[in-house]
C-alpha cells in the first residue's frame, strides 16, 4: 500500500521542480517591471519591498514559508530504482504548468468581472455556476476518466480551460457564464485525472514501490504550493505591464491588464498539452464491472452511508465540521477580492494572492511538524478557534466606521489561510480514521450536500460582506464545538465507529471494518488548494 508520508528521519532527496528557481527570477525581475512603470527612476529592490504593506510582507512571508518547507520537506528512505527520476520530471513538469494555469487565474476572476462593470449579484452567479459544473461533473469524473483514458482527459482539462480563459476577453455575460462552466468542469479534472495517470504509471507499468509513491505525492504538493506562490507574483507582473481596455472604441472584446494573467495561463496549457502528447502513454481505469452491478452497487453503498451518519455519531459530527469549515472557505474566496478593494492603496491581486499561499503553505508544513507530538484532533481545534478568530476580526473591519481597514483585514485572511493550510492534511487523517473504507467515497460525496446548500446561500443571498464574515465565524464556532464532540465521543466511545450497518431496520447486526489506525505520518501531505473557481 502507498505510504503517503515524509518521513522526518529519512534523507532528503533534492527539489525536483523549477519553481523555486521562478519564483528567485520573477523576485529580481519585480523592481525593474515596476520601475518601467513608474516616473521613470530606477525603482530597486528596497523601494519595491516599501511600496505598501502588502509588498513588505513578501519577503518575511516568503522566508517563513521555505524555511518550514524546507524543514517539512518530501523524503524517502526507499532506494531510487532506475527509470524513477525520468518517470518525476515527466510528471512534475506537466503538473507544474497544467496546475499553475489554475493558480494564475484564482487572483483575478472576481477584480475582471468587476471591471467589466457587473454588479456583485452577478458575479455571485457566475462563481456558483462554476461550483455547479464542478460538482455535476466531479460526482462521475472518475467513472469517466478511466473509461476514457487518462491522458486524454489531461489534454481535455488542458482544452477546456483554455476555452475559459479565451472568454474572459469578453465583456459578455453569457460568454463569461460559458466560460465558468468549462473552467468548473476543468477544475474537477485536474485533481482527479492527473492523479489518477501517476499513480497508474507508478504502480501498475513501472512497479515502483508504495514509498515512492508517499514521496511523489508530497513532491506534487509541495510543488503545487511554490506554483501557486509563483503564478501569484508572474500574474501580478503581467497585469501591470499592459493597459487594459477594449481593443477599440465601443468593441466588447478587452485585452491588457487582468485579462493578461489568463494569457499567460493559456500558454501554460498549450506547453503542458505538448508535452503531454510527446511524453505520456495512455492507461485506463478497470472496466469490467457491468453496469448493472454498477448501479446497484451504487445504491447500497447509498443506503450503508446513509445508515452509517444515523448511528455514528463521529461521522456526522465530521460531516457538520467539514461543510462549515469549507463552506466559510469558498465564501471567504468569492469575498476577499472585494474587501480589499480601496481608493487610497491600489490592491496588488496577485501580490496578495501570493502572500495567501505563503501562510497557507507555512500551515501546511506546520501541520506536518507538529503531526508526531499533536493529535489531529487538537490540531484541528486550535485550527477552528483561530479561524474564528480571523473572521470575527475580518467582519469588525469591514464595517470601515474608521476608515479602511486594509491592514487589520490582510492579518485577518492571512491567519485564515494559514488555518487552511493545517486543516486540509489534519482532515484526511480524521477522515480516514472515522469514515470506514467499503462507503467511504459515497459518504464523502454526502458530505458535500450540506456544503453545496452553505456555499450557495451565502453567494446568492443579499447580505452584505460584514454579516457574511460574521455568519463565517459562526460556522467556525459550529466546526469548533462538533468537533470537540467528536473528541468527547472518541474518549467515551459513544456511537459505532467503524462499523457499517447490513440493513436499514431497526435492531440490526453490524460488520466489521478495517480502521485505518492513526497514521501521523499521513499529515505530512501538503494538503490540496483551491481557487475561485472551485467556487
Known sequence: AARLAMP?????????????????????????????????????????????????????????????????????????????????????????????????????????????????????????????????????????????????????????????????????????????????????????????????????????????????????FQVMYLVAIASGLAGQTVADAFTFGPISPGSSFYTGGYCCPFDLAIGCLLVGIVLIMILWEENYGNQGSAEADATSGLVENIRSGVSLLMVDRRALLLGVVISSFEGSMYAFVFNWTPALRSETTKPPYGVIFALFMMACMCGASTSTLIAGFAKTTYRLLSTFAAGFIAFAVASHAAYRTYGENLGLSLSAFLLFEFCCGVYFPSVGVLKSEVVPEQVRGTVYNLYRVPLNTIVVSLLLSSISMATCFKLNALLLLTALVCMAGIVYASSMTSGVAGVVPKEKSGNVPYDEVPKVAEDTEMASILGRRRTNDDV
Open 8 to 220: 522526518a528521519a529519512a534523507t532528503a532527496l533534492p527539489m525536483l521542480s523549477p519553481s523555486p528557481l521562478l519564483l528567485l527570477l520573477l523576485l529580481w525581475a519585480a523592481p525593474a517591471q515596476a520601475a518601467e512603470q513608474g516616473s521613470g527612476a530606477e525603482e530597486g529592490w528596497a523601494a519595491f519591498f516599501s511600496r505598501d504593506f502588502y509588498h513588505m510582507l513578501i519577503l518575511p512571508l516568503m522566508l517563513a514559508a521555505v524555511v518550514l518547507g524546507y524543514l517539512a520537506r518530501p523524503s524517502t528512505d526507499d532506494e531510487i530504482p532506475a527509470g524513477f527520476r525520468k518517470f518525476q520530471y515527466t510528471y512534475i513538469v506537466v503538473w507544474a504548468l497544467c496546475v499553475a494555469a489554475d493558480w494564475l487565474q484564482g487572483p483575478y476572476v472576481y477584480a475582471l468581472y468587476a471591471a467589466y462593470g457587473f454588479e456583485s449579484y452577478e458575479i455571485a452567479q457566475l462563481f456558483v455556476a462554476g461550483f455547479g459544473a464542478s460538482l455535476v461533473f466531479g460526482s462521475f469524473v472518475g467513472t469517466f476518466t478511466d473509461k476514457f483514458g487518462r491522458k486524454r482527459c489531461c489534454i481535455m482539462y488542458c482544452i477546456l480551460y483554455i476555452a475559459s480563459c479565451m472568454t474572459k476577453h469578453f465583456k459578455v455575460y453569457s460568454i463569461l457564464m460559458i466560460g465558468r462552466v468549462t473552467g468548473g468542469i476543468a477544475t474537477s479534472m485536474l485533481f482527479s485525472c492527473f492523479e489518477c495517470w501517476m499513480v497508474s504509471e507508478h504502480m501498475q507499468r513501472h512497479n515502483f514501490s508504495g514509498g515512492l509513491l508517499g514521496y511523489m505525492f508530497g513532491m506534487m
